[in-house]
């Protein structure tokens, strides 16, 4: 049997290596980008992302948004406020919220009354 012998191109050989090295060298990219400039975790994201929220109003309404995932939604003069799963039994129309920017936790009024201080870094989210 003789062997087949064939040559390809500079373009087919360059294709083939792009094929076979361009992937590794961008999950090799990934892992460095982990390791070396850190990464948040779940629970890191979740709470960077809350502590930039502000909500400071009395709830007028109070709604589902079935387009994000069936969310409980305060509504009131100025914006929307996301409720969390774990408090979503809390909050009645009438209620007051206060959430400060920079801050973790949310303060919840009935009737003129500091009722409760809520914490994000309570929740469990990993």
């Keep these: 049997m003789t062997p087949i012998n064939f040559k390809l191109s500079n373009t087919d050989t360059a294709n083939i ?3 076979l090295f361009v992937p590794v060298l961008v999950l090799i990219g990934f ?8 990464s948040l ?18 709830v007028d309404s109070i ?10 939604t305060l509504k009131g003069k100025s914006g929307l406020f996301e ?6 039994r809390k909050f009645r129309v009438g209620d007051s919220i206060s959430k400060r920017a920079g801050s973790l936790f949310v303060e919840h009024y009935r009737s003129g009354r500091l009722l409760e201080v809520l ?7 990993e």
């Design 63 to 72: 709604y589902r948004q079935t387009h994000n995932h069936n969310i409980m």
């Design 31 to 38: 892992g460095i980008k982990g390791t070396f400039f850190g």
């Design 17 to 19: 290596y792009s094929v």
């Design 83 to 88: 409720v969390e799963g774990e408090w979503e």
């Design 41 to 58: 975790s779940p629970r890191e994201y979740f709470l960077q992302d809350r502590i930039n929220e502000e909500f400071q109003a009395r």
């Design 119 to 125: 914490n994000y870094e309570d929740l469990r989210k």
